[in-house]
């Protein structure tokens, strides 16, 4: 006699949560910025573009690593901290690996550690 089992991978309530994009602004230093979150990503990364333009303060990453995003690598060699704000009530401080980073509407993409 055969027994046939079904399996159903279990439905997790949040598991929208790991698939969506969000897109909203931020403020840093009186200046609005655009933010991009990602559930499923795994590191927070910032551009040498807005460190320079915000003038923030970059210093050597103690641990370097390569990071690949898309279809490149990066080396991560600096991060920063940044405070920011998201309306009248967030307020945080957050550490960001400084990594070039390119998009066009459309494109979305996970970042994932290459350790």
């Not at 320079?52 to 060699?77: I, R």
Request: glycine share 4%.
């Amino acid at each position: 006699m055969t027994h046939h089992i079904l399996k159903i991978a279990p439905i997790l309530e949040d598991d929208w949560c790991r698939k969506s994009i969000f897109r909203t602004s931020c403020t840093v230093d009186d200046k609005v910025c655009d933010v991009i979150i990602d559930g499923g990503s795994c590191k927070n990364v910032v551009s040498p573009a807005m460190v320079e333009k915000l003038a923030l303060v970059t210093v050597d990453h103690p641990h370097p690593y390569n990071l690949v995003w898309l279809e490149n690598s990066q080396n991560v060699y600096k991060h920063c901290l940044v405070q920011f704000t998201i309306g009248d009530i967030y307020y945080d401080k957050v550490l960001y690996d400084v990594i070039p980073i390119t998009t066009r509407p459309g494109v979305t993409a996970k970042v994932y550690s290459a350790r």
